[in-house]
């Protein structure tokens, strides 16, 4: 369904000015812009309403696998407990991805699997937040 993109991304995405401190900082504000609208369910209608032509599912798979190149730049913007709980997040939105592909976003609200990968963007969204200095 989604393919990794090669950690050139970053760069594509933030120019070669950025030094590697800025590039962790967009790595990491991203990461959670991302896992707020895959935590909440309200977001990612209000997303497809703003985008009726966009397979919202899949651009929220596209935008954390291959847009953020994630998992593998986490460890530039993440460390310790705030790096393993987004990883874990990935394996397991990686693994859902695949069950899901190709439902339409009330589908995939409906799923008991998509339901989990709200709970635990969530729960990681709120773990790394708590852990921020």
């Given amino acids: 369904m989604f393919r990794r993109a090669s950690l050139l ?11 590697p401190n800025a590039l962790a900082s967009n790595i990491r504000r991203e990461t959670l812009e991302r896992l707020e609208l895959l935590s909440n369910t309200d977001l990612q209608l209000k997303y497809a309403r703003d985008a009726p ?3 919202v599912g899949a651009e929220l798979a596209c935008s954390w696998f291959d847009d953020l190149n994630l998992p593998d730049s986490l460890p530039m913007a993440f460390a310790g407990t705030d790096l393993d709980a987004p990883v874990s997040f990935s394996s397991l939105f990686d693994l859902v991805t695949h069950e899901l592909e190709g439902m339409s ?9 998509w339901l989990r990968v709200v ?15």
């Avoid at 709970?119 to 200095?133: D, Y």
Wanted: hydrophobic share 45%; glycine share 10%.
């Fill in 9 to 19: 991304i970053a760069t594509t995405l933030y120019g070669p000015a950025f030094t």
């Fill in 53 to 55: 032509v966009v397979d």
């Fill in 105 to 113: 976003l009330p589908e995939l609200h409906g799923h008991p699997s």
């Fill in 119 to 133: 709970a635990e963007a969530g729960r990681v969204l709120q773990q790394v937040k708590a852990g921020a200095v």
